[in-house]
């Protein structure tokens, strides 16, 4: 299924361009599981290699359609998640009680928790439902999700156009960049356990 989504994806991004990127990358910050790692890469390659798009195009195009996609999830939440939660919460044990602590812990963490969680795979596109609930002030919420999402886009278009550059990279040489991201993914869980994770507690 991942090769037929490749094999459309890089023929349709001579036609769709930046507006495909980036509607991609909306999906991927809603719930559909598209990871991004097959949206920014691709893109980024063939603009460093075809042209017809530059590969700050893309990380601009990918960043713009991960906040619209995690937009949409935070006010889906925040105008459907808390009456239900306030009228169901108590079913799965979720009081009024926690909710309004999850709301003083927005107040004082909540952009850094949805700015650290941008640059975490599988929690990035989940993290509009609590902020949503919560209502952290989506003014906040915009800014670390556009900073978060510009980072994380610049990392993975870096990959796509090294990759591009160097064969052996594809070929044997992807373990060492699995390192360096595994790497890097522990240092972000942590950061998210810290920062995140034990106020949250």
Same mark, same amino acid.
Request: glycine residues 12%; hydrophobic residues 55%; charged residues 10%.
């Given at each position: 299924?991942? @090769?037929?989504?490749?094999h459309? &994806?890089?023929?349709?991004?001579? @036609?769709?361009g &930046?507006?495909?990127?980036?509607?991609? $990358?909306?999906?991927?910050s809603?719930? *559909?599981p598209?990871?991004s790692?097959? *949206?920014?890469?691709?893109a980024?390659?063939?603009?460093?290699?075809?042209?017809?798009?530059?590969?700050?195009?893309?990380v601009?195009?990918?960043?713009?359609?991960?906040? *619209?996609?995690?937009?949409? $999830?935070?006010?889906?939440? #925040?105008l459907?998640?808390?009456?239900l939660?306030e009228? &169901?919460?108590?079913? =799965?044990?979720?009081?009024p @009680?926690?909710?309004?602590?999850?709301?003083? !812990?927005?107040? +004082?963490i909540?952009?850094?928790?949805v700015f650290?969680a +941008?640059?975490?795979?599988?929690?990035?596109?989940l993290?509009?439902?609590?902020s949503?609930?919560? #209502?952290?002030?989506?003014r906040?919420?915009?800014i670390?999700? %556009?900073?978060?999402?510009a980072?994380?886009?610049s990392?993975?278009?870096?990959?796509?156009?090294?990759?591009? @550059?160097?064969?052996a990279? %594809?070929?044997?040489e992807?373990?060492?960049l699995?390192? !360096?991201?595994?790497?890097?993914? %522990?240092v972000?869980g942590?950061?998210?356990?810290?920062? =995140?994770?034990?106020p949250? +507690?």
């Amino acid at each position: 299924m991942l @090769q037929d989504f490749l094999h459309w &994806y890089l023929n349709a991004l001579d @036609q769709g361009g &930046y507006w495909l990127v980036a509607a991609l $990358m909306a999906l991927e910050s809603s719930l *559909v599981p598209l990871p991004s790692e097959v *949206v920014i890469p691709p893109a980024a390659h063939i603009a460093a290699t075809r042209g017809g798009m530059s590969v700050a195009g893309v990380v601009i195009a990918g960043t713009i359609g991960s906040w *619209v996609g995690a937009a949409v $999830m935070y006010w889906a939440s #925040r105008l459907l998640g808390r009456p239900l939660l306030e009228r &169901y919460g108590r079913y =799965v044990l979720i009081t009024p @009680q926690k909710i309004a602590a999850a709301e003083a !812990w927005s107040a +004082r963490i909540g952009p850094m928790g949805v700015f650290v969680a +941008r640059l975490l795979p599988v929690i990035r596109h989940l993290i509009g439902i609590p902020s949503g609930i919560v #209502r952290i002030d989506f003014r906040w919420y915009s800014i670390a999700t %556009l900073v978060g999402s510009a980072i994380w886009c610049s990392v993975l278009a870096w990959v796509g156009v090294k990759a591009g @550059q160097d064969p052996a990279l %594809l070929r044997g040489e992807v373990h060492a960049l699995g390192l !360096w991201f595994g790497g890097g993914a %522990l240092v972000l869980g942590l950061l998210w356990w810290f920062l =995140v994770r034990r106020p949250a +507690r």
